[in-house]
């Protein structure tokens, strides 16, 4: 930018007042039809949607869309009552952290306006944005075109919208909110803001409903009539800072706007005066900024946990590529492969373009950095070289993709095993396998079939063990055996009929009557239904033959209770 | 072999564990032929009662236990008590551990049960997982007991896991209990008495835990294996260990202790110098006789104590009246009022003893409706007190008879369809919408589990497997106990020491005991309770009485007022009841007019007629027919015109119907008794066919018409539950008229003392101060410099001449010369503690807000509400003015400053220039107004939008009475009531008041459902329908609702609607002296279908039964 001293700022204010509804259409838009048309005006769905939050145990609705607005609904009824109200609408829990990741989304993308982009939460609950947009207007063919542009493009891709260009934020701000007459974007003219906000009521200017409530109860309900009052009254009665909105709103004072993007705890960057065209340069650039980096690093006895490489091409765009590591670390020839891999595993390269004028490496999380002192053999380096592989191979195919054995929370012997990603705290959290007690036998084999393999056998009824059995043809004779042990399958996961509930039977007697009503028995068709092994009750047995072979075998079936004619299974060998 | 008794059972009184009801348990066990069995829920005995009963029924034995689980990690014990005296210390151990502990926990320690645990037999109960790291604790607490209490008295209990080695595990027991020196004892330790219950076992310990069935793991039974077995089963099981089965009978032998020796005992009252209570009983109503008839107790009164004290005497009772008579006397001596209500009204003794009022020379009273020697259960008597001072007398029981002697009995809460379906979901992991969505579809709160129908009316599919077993599930659920909470007033008292007859534990409310028993528990075990209720009428009667002393110089009580005013029932007459006890409802409303009530007996009459027990036995309209002549009074028999001559030949009290049985079909008086709480009870004692038959057959026998015995066998039915005996209805009815003639004469004081006993009644002080205002009284706004706390009575104009032509006639009774000036109390928002400081400081006025903030020492907050309320205009301060001024305050400046600060908050203000607030306009203070007190004296908000209403041509709700019946008329109004019988069917009634009145409204199902999102949600409404007029009593039938609710928004620049503030569904406090009393909703339902023009006007009974509806959100 050549010109430092620009008389004055211009600033406009974008109201997303149904981003937390829009979001959501969007989303739902996409999958099957995305035409423009379903998502125009602030999107429209078959049924009303509103979404809710929770003060404590009040669930009251936050943001409605507009067919619910249609309906009656509107950001503040209790939950219960919008429910009673509008039947068929769809009420959804609020979002906070996807309602910012979509905010920021849009504010990358107003990148294109201007770079000066800040998320504007002065209004608690409100979506919007602040955009500097001081010397830029006239390419976008002036000041009014740029409002409309902004606004239009956004209605185009599902969110409503509105903006207003003012001398000031706060201006901006005010008449977006309550200043646009049903318009969806105004400019104010340089100089005009006072005349502008004046008729404005408080509540344009400050975000706190509490003290707009008690201006109101007074009667003071414009910014004009707040203005018109003497300040030293206003200060001591409503606190200095309405004074300052006032004089903000007003040009009198003013504050910057903050940088949208997290400033990261180190940042290295090289710009190039002549664009570098090759990737290799890319890789040398980010090697030296690694180690540039990695310098301070070690001064600080840490290492990078995350990094972000971004590229400034010439044309405009910027790239951005993210890494993760498992542990901490600062070896350049690791992160430069670590950049390689993720943009390998994306399916993407370093797009060079026309050039690329500036790199920048930004350390958004660092960690403490553990020095692993090798032995003198220098073999044994498992340890991070495991954490090694699961970033690299990590960083190539996902980072959820690397998996871990891990004891899962089940009865059934198919649930006791988990796998969880390896990179996760989790996966990474050291685990026993404690199973069985000291001095006793396992009680689960060591190798477990994913298919229960049927045998023939003969055993005893209801629920002894087998006296001997068949397995892949061979005949075993049971020496010794200990069960059963009784394991039935999570019932709520069955069809229904098929689990042992209990019928509905009971329903309008009392349950003193039940006394003397009969039990429970399920009828004979019941008990035919559930011999499938996967649903039937299991009885375990560890049984070893007389040739000193143990194996993990069970009855599908309880006698009397499920079935007359258990099958028998094999699931496991022990060692 | 000897057979087998299950000594380890949760039963569903450990909560959330359990899985079946103690008498589920009592019913398999009858099935699979055991010889005994024990509910041992942990850490309490609140399932053994039910038990105990069930088991007696079919004749099984059932053992008392306890599942002993401690907080310094000893495993836990199981414990049965042998006798009597170990049983008390048992209760002593529990009492210990529960009154150590947050209420609903229990925090025992091992050296607890050492202390206590003489003459049980304990049996430590390894735990479920693996022996090996339990084993030494096992071992280290079976040496201690064995030490401490003998072999002889403990077991190593084990149980059956079907898990990997259970016969290994049992191996390893054996060892253990053979190492100890003590006997292997096989148990259960149950949780569910059929394996069909699992899925119940593992929803509840998924609520239990708070997670999801998925995400449970292996917090839940790997099998449904902990379910009842038999003997043989159990041999099997424990094939290996045969004596530890059999040890389980062998212990029933040394197990004698059983419930039925739990002998009550009355506490022992000072017989002041009498030989024995009886005769101190006597002296004492003979004393209490001569007061109340000076000149010579009359003959009938006679012989009924003679009756009563041979029947008391015959009974041992003396000593509960002289309890009874203690409290009262103690309430009495305190200035508080009480008043016997129930069957005790039947009871010339407790007439005269003073507990009760309704003189026994008026009515024939039916003693055995109160005692009856056949039934062996103890009297009952209920005793109402001041709702604001009920707790200084209990606190008095509990000083006198101190807590190991006095408790409150417990209520057991258990899950309703609502609350069974959202955590059954939840732990299904349904969403919190899904979750709402399908309780939303359930209407009531039946304890029978939700009706998936109703589910699939709202569109759930029941395809669904886990909505189908949300479900099931939820239906099993339904009437599981929850937890403990405290009955509204029953306290029980014992001579000995009451934690030894049934544990004690702390209340939620500081300084309350309960104990772990509700009421149906202590009449099966025939332990006497004295319910301690509290009455908001008798707060607001002592009330008017002390103002109308003070400030008209006549001294007042219950007794002063004279009898059978004819003002007063003109008044009532007209259903000019507003405020008066139990006839202020609209149901009673619209009896007034057609029930004419020109005497003391027919206010008794009214208080019972609109019931639902009347009203299911198809009464009330034969009634009203004959009371108004156009039905021909008759009588079945010669006989029966004696039982029902006085409510021209239609039962309609409790007394009646079971005078029927005595007279027409021959049942003895306890006999009928019996058949009227056999109707209450049917479902748990099963004979009500053969009382039916016999009831039926007898009165054939009899000569009476069949369809005429099968109605009154109906109509018992229905007043099994929920008529009033007609000594109810008369003690209730003594209460109606004394506050009718303080309505009549003192409109004043009457509605002055209504305000301040708040909350309490039907209505909301908005109501009781506009029909205060219409009778005549003047009624001022709320002062700094004149109001107290409570609302008070300065000199006024003559009410008189004053009363609003509607209540002309009503003038010449009105006494009132005093004008009520709003209290504090008003204010919302403001403390009682900062009234009391402005009060306090006020010396001879402030002149300034200033000065009430540097004098009161008031926050600025509680300054602000004052400022809100408009409480400065007596200082010429408009509310914004003073609003202005207050805003200049320091925040949070609560101490009064010295005068040096004092001069400097003077020097400040003066330097400031003077501002001017644009003026309030008039609709906005109104509205103001309701926002900070509820009410306005200005004026209705609605006639600031009258213009409007004209111009759409509404009618104001005053103007109906002169419209023609069968009009099409369009009214509107904020709404008032919202509220809906519990049914799908029902119908909702409205209430809209405008500036002249207020304008009931029905809407009928179908029109609901069209204009749902107007009825529920609007605070203003306009409503098209058309006029129905009966009897003087006007309804618009609605046809179409508009919601207007955004013209009295636009009354206020702050845009706010006087919502809650407005409608007075605030007065939906339900009244807590007689919930429970009335039906349940299902009764509501049918009472609707039967009787419709009752049935219109149901706010009192759904209040009632806690449902009126708050701005329309919970109504259903």
Known sequence: MSDA??????????????????????????????????????????????????????????????????????????????????????????????????????????????????????????????????????????????????????????????????????????????GLDGASARVIAPGEDVTAVAPLPAAAIDPDGERVGRLMRLGLDTVGALGDLPRAAVARRFGGDLLDRLDEACGRLERPISPRRPVAALTA??????????????????????????????????????????????????????????????????????????????????????????????????????????????????????????????????????????????????????????????????????????????????????????????????????????????????????????????????????????????????????TFAPGGDLGFGAVERRLAPEVATRDYFRVEEVGGRRFWIFRAGIVGRETARPRWFLHGLFA | ?????????????????????????????????????????????????????????????????????????????????????????????????????????????????????????????????????????????????????????????????????????????????????????????????????????????????????????????????????????????????????????????????????????????DLEGARDPQEALVRLTREGALRRWPSGVPEGVEGALAHEFAIIGELGYAPYFLTVHDIVRFARSRGILAQGRGSAANSAVCYCLGITEVDPARGDLLFERFISPERKEPPDIDVDFEHERREEVIQYIYGKYGRERAGLAASVITYRSRSALREVGRAFGLGEDAIARLSGTVWGSSSKGPRAEQAARAGFSLEDARLARVFALARQIAGFPRHLSQHVGGFVITRGRLDEVVPIQNAAMEDRTVIEWDKDDLDALGILKIDILALGMLSALRKSFELVERHYGRPMGLSVIPAEDPATYRMVRRADTIGVFQIESRAQMTMLPRLRPATFYDLVIEVAIVRPGPIQGDMVHPYLRRRQGLEPVVYPSQELEAVLGKTLGVPLFQEQAMKIAIVAAGFSPAEADKLRRAMATFRRVGTIHSFQAKMVEGMVAKGYDRAFAERCFRQIEGFGEYGFPESHAASFALLVYASAWMKCHYPDAFACALVNSQPM??????????????????????????????????????????????????????????????????????????????????????????????????????IQRLADADAFAGLGLDRRTALWAVEALEEGRREATTLFDFADADALFAAEPAVALTPMPPGEEVIEDYRTLSLSLRGHPVAFLRADLAAIRTTRAGDLATTRAGAHVRVAGLVLVRQRPGSAKGVIFLTLEDESGVANVIVWPNVFEKYRKEVLGGRLLVVDGRLQSESGVIHVVADKLMDHTARLARLSRAGETPSAAMASDEVGHPIAEDRGRTGATSELARLVREVPETARDLEELAKRAGRAMPKGRNFH
Request: hydrophobic share 45%; proline share 5%.
């Open chain 2, 761 to 862: 009644g039907f209505y909301a002080p908005a109501q009781i101060l506009r029909d205060a205002r219409e009778h005549g009284v003047a009624v001022r706004p709320v002062d700094v410099n004149r109001s107290e706390w409570d609302c008070t009575l300065e000199r006024g104009p003559h009410a008189a001449d004053r009363v609003v032509p509607r209540h002309g006639e009503q003038a010449e009774a009105i006494w009132s010369s005093h004008a009520i000036r709003l209290g504090l109390r008003m204010v919302k928002g403001l403390s009682a503690a900062a009234a009391e400081r402005l009060v306090a400081a006020r010396g001879r006025g402030y002149d300034s807000v200033a000065d009430l903030a540097a004098r009161a020492g008031l926050d600025r907050a509680a």
């Open chain 2, 1 to 269: 072999m000897s057979g087998y008794a299950e000594l380890a059972i949760a039963s569903n009184f450990s909560f959330l564990t359990g899985a079946s009801h103690p008498e589920e348990w009592v019913g398999q066990a009858v099935r699979l032929g055991l010889q005994a069995i024990a509910v041992t829920d942990r850490n309490t005995l609140a399932g053994v009662v039910r038990a105990h009963v069930a088991a007696k029924t079919v004749g099984l034995r059932s053992v008392v236990g306890c599942r002993l689980a401690f907080a310094d990690g000893t495993p836990e014990v199981l414990a049965w008590p042998s006798d009597r005296a170990a049983y008390g210390r048992l209760c002593r151990l529990l009492t210990l551990g529960n009154r150590r502990a947050e209420k609903g926990d229990c925090r025992l320690g091992l050296d607890d049960l050492i202390a206590w645990g003489e003459g049980m037999v304990l049996a430590p109960l390894p735990g479920r997982g693996a022996l090996a790291g339990e084993a030494a604790g096992v071992a280290a607490t079976l040496d201690r007991l064995r030490a401490t209490f003998g072999r002889e008295w403990v077991r190593l209990a084990a149980q059956p896991l079907f898990g990997p080695s259970d016969r290994r595990r049992f191996a390893g027991l054996a060892a253990m209990a053979e190492t100890a020196g003590v006997g292997l004892l096989a148990v259960g330790d149950l949780l569910h008495h059929v394996p069909e219950r699992r899925p119940l076992a593992d929803v509840l310990t998924a609520i239990r835990e708070g997670v999801s069935l998925d995400a449970a793991g292996r917090r839940l039974t790997p099998n449904a294996e902990r379910h009842l077995r038999s003997g043989e089963e159990m041999a099997r099981l424990f094939r290996d260990h045969p004596r530890a089965v059999g040890e389980s009978s062998a212990l029933l032998e040394r197990l004698t202790f059983s419930l039925d020796e739990l002998r009550y005992e009355y506490p022992e009252e």
């Open chain 1, 5 to 178: 001293s620009l008389p004055f700022r211009r600033l406009l204010a974008l109201r997303l007042p149904r981003l937390a509804t829009d979001r959501l259409h969007r989303r739902a838009g996409r999958g099957s039809s995305p035409s423009s048309g379903r998502l125009a005006g602030g999107g429209a769905t078959d049924a009303p949607l509103a979404i809710f939050g929770r003060v404590g145990a009040a669930q009251r609705l936050e943001a409605v869309d507009a067919w619910a607005e249609a309906e009656g609904l509107a950001a503040g009824q209790p939950l219960a009552e919008a429910r009673a109200r509008v039947p068929g609408a769809r009420f959804v829990e609020r979002d906070p952290a996807g309602e910012t990741a979509s905010l920021e989304a849009i504010a990358d993308w107003c990148d294109r306006w201007t770079p000066l982009v800040a998320l504007d939460r002065t209004f608690d609950g409100e979506a919007g944005l602040l955009l500097d947009v001081t010397g830029v207007a006239h390419l976008f063919g002036g000041e009014g075109a740029l409002a409309e542009a902004v606004v239009a493009s956004l209605g185009r891709h599902g969110f409503a919208a509105a903006a207003a260009i003012a001398g000031s934020g706060a201006a901006a701000r005010a008449v977006v909110r309550h």
């Open chain 1, 269 to 514: 960057e090289r710009g190039f005066a002549e664009p570098i065209l090759s990737e290799g340069d890319v890789a040398q650039v980010v090697h030296s900024l690694a180690e540039a980096l990695g310098e301070s690093l070690e001064r600080r006895g840490e290492g990078l946990r995350q990094a972000e490489l971004a590229l400034w091409r010439v044309d405009g765009t910027v790239q951005r590529v993210r890494i993760g590591t498992g542990r901490a670390i600062r070896d350049p020839d690791l992160v430069v492969s670590l950049f390689a891999e993720r943009l390998k595993g994306m399916g993407e390269a370093i797009e060079v373009g026309f050039g690329i004028d500036l790199v920048r490496l930004s350390l958004p999380l660092t960690g403490r950095f553990e020095a692993v002192q090798g032995d003198f053999s220098g073999a044994d380096r498992s340890l991070p070289a495991f954490e090694e592989l699961v970033d690299r191979l990590g960083a190539r195919l996902g980072a959820r993709r690397i998996t871990r054995a891990l004891p899962g929370d089940g009865h059934l012997p198919e649930a006791a095993v988990a796998l969880v990603p390896a990179a996760s705290a989790e996966g990474r959290a050291a685990t026993a396998w404690g199973f069985g007690a000291a001095g006793e036998p396992p009680v689960r084999p060591v190798r477990l079939f994913v298919r229960p393999e049927p045998i023939e056998t003969l055993a005893e009824m209801p629920d002894g063990p087998p006296r001997r059995f068949r397995w892949r043809r061979v005949l075993y004779e049971v020496d010794r055996a200990e069960g059963p042990e009784r394991i039935a399958v999570p019932w709520w996961r069955l069809p229904f009929g098929l689990g042992p509930e209990a019928d509905g039977s009971e329903e309008d007697a009392s349950h003193a009557d039940a």
